[in-house]
């Protein structure tokens, strides 16, 4: 048998478990459905003034990400959204899909998941 990888990213839990209950009647051998993020750790937890305040990178200020190595710094600051320039707009399909369901399916009913994914409003 032949399996394929499903990936496909939503807006919320919701979107994706009515997905999953689609896809489980396919031929599926694995899945899972995790909350995924671009940023390691929890947030940052501590009030700080930026002007006087050691702080690791601008990624740390804005995205509250838990950043200790320095080249993880500067490129998480390249990202548009720790500078504030760039609200997503309408070409920026992946704003808000933090949900990814994860398939391992039968390659026959590859097409079909991938379907059932899309009508369920989740981005393959």
């Known amino acids: 048998m032949t399996e394929k990888n499903l990936l496909a990213y939503f807006k919320s839990m919701e979107e994706a478990e009515a997905a999953m209950q689609q896809i489980k009647q396919l031929n599926l051998t694995d899945s899972s459905i995790r909350r995924v993020d671009g940023m390691p750790g929890d947030g940052n937890e501590r009030i700080m003034n930026p002007l006087t305040s050691d702080f690791h990178s601008l990624g740390y ?5 838990q950043i200790t190595d320095h080249n993880a710094g500067i490129l998480s600051a390249a990202s548009v959204s720790a ?3 760039s609200s997503g707009g309408p070409d920026n399909r992946v704003t808000g899909r933090d949900v990814l369901l994860t398939a391992v399916i039968d390659a026959n009913d590859y097409e079909q998941a991938v379907r059932t994914a899309e009508e369920h409003g989740g981005l393959v």
């Open 61 to 65: 200020l804005t995205l509250d990400a």
């Open 83 to 85: 500078s504030g320039l």
